[in-house]
């Protein structure tokens, strides 16, 4: 079971850090727009208990709330 918890570990920070480079060419407001998504679908995700359609509306929210932000 370690062995399984260490390499899940290992796969998912190897990912986070290698979708970090994709990041490197965006403008200002592309990037605002990725963060609103993401934080958008995480509250959207808590509020309502999980659920797809929540989370899915909470990235579209999130997406235009940080596209709009300069």
């Known amino acids: 079971m370690k062995t399984l918890y260490k390499l899940t570990t290992s796969v998912v920070t190897l990912a986070v850090l290698l979708s970090l480079t994709a990041c490197s060419g965006m403008t200002t407001r592309e990037k605002n727009t990725a963060v ?14 999980g659920s797809t ?4 509306g ?3 929210v999130g997406g235009v709330i940080g596209h709009s932000v300069r």
């Open 36 to 49: 609103g998504a993401g934080v958008g679908a995480v509250a959207g995700s808590v509020v309502s208990g």
């Open 53 to 56: 359609a929540g989370t899915i």
């Open 58 to 60: 909470g990235a579209a």
